[in-house]
T-cell receptor, first 118, second 118 residues
């Protein structure tokens, strides 16, 4: 078990460019979450997948943002036409529902992908 | 999910117990109290959770008042590596019940910044 991994860890881009982040969850985790965190704030929920289905999207997820999890394993978060306000840490988390007795509901977070838009 | 209130910052001397309070006066009967922490430049990390009873694990203890309107996270012997932002989160159903529409997502506030000093 290598934990949740995210790539790239850091991305600097110019305003107007598109960027894509990848998240590899813990293997066999069926739940995957994306969060955004700006300086001094707690993480804000963006979207949630159960297997390959995107079941919830926050109002924070504007139509410039799209997330996919095509095979129910890794996920990508794409931001089109980036703006300076998109500068943030993008965090991915995964969890596994295995049954009510054994499941703590714990989310395992990656170390995040930091985006800087110039 | 109920809202939580935490002090923005606290200091603790190394080797002493750190007691981090959290108010969740609107908590309802099926809502769990979760604690996560975030060390600088890392993703949040699960610490402990509970429903009614006090809980203890290798990291910390969680004391929940009888009326469940507040709780305290206790780090019994704080070290410099415990310096982090600590988040108290209330979440319904633990995100663990089969067939539940609960996604298991966590809603973070701003947390308490704990500074452990030598």
């Amino acid at each position: 078990d290598t934990g949740v991994s995210q790539d790239p860890r850091h991305k600097i881009t110019k305003r107007g460019q598109n960027v894509t982040f990848r998240c590899d969850p813990i293997s066999e985790h069926n739940r995957l979450y994306w969060y955004r965190q700006t300086l001094g704030q707690g993480p804000e929920f963006l979207t949630y997948f159960q297997n390959e289905a995107q079941l919830e999207k926050s109002r924070l997820l504007s139509d410039r943002f799209s997330a996919e999890r095509p095979k129910g394993s890794f996920s990508t978060l794409e931001i089109q036409r980036t703006e300076q306000g998109d500068s943030a840490m993008y965090l991915c988390a995964s969890s596994s529902f295995t049954g009510p007795i054994l499941n703590t509901g714990e989310l395992f977070f990656g170390e995040g992908s930091r985006l800087t838009v110039l | 999910d109920a809202k939580t209130t935490q002090p923005p910052s606290m200091d603790c001397a190394e080797g002493r117990a750190a007691n981090l309070p959290c108010n969740h006066s609107t908590i309802s009967g099926n809502e769990y109290v979760y604690w996560y922490r975030q060390i600088h430049s890392q993703g949040p990390q699960y610490i402990i959770h509970g429903l009614k009873n006090n809980e203890t694990n290798e990291m910390a203890s969680l004391i929940i008042t009888e009326d469940r309107k507040s709780s305290t996270l206790i780090l019994p012997h704080a070290t410099l590596r415990d310096t982090a932002v600590y988040y108290c989160i209330v979440r319904s159903d633990g995100g663990t019940t089969a067939g539940s529409s609960n996604t298991g997502k966590l809603i973070f506030g701003q947390g308490t910044t704990l500074q452990v000093k030598p």
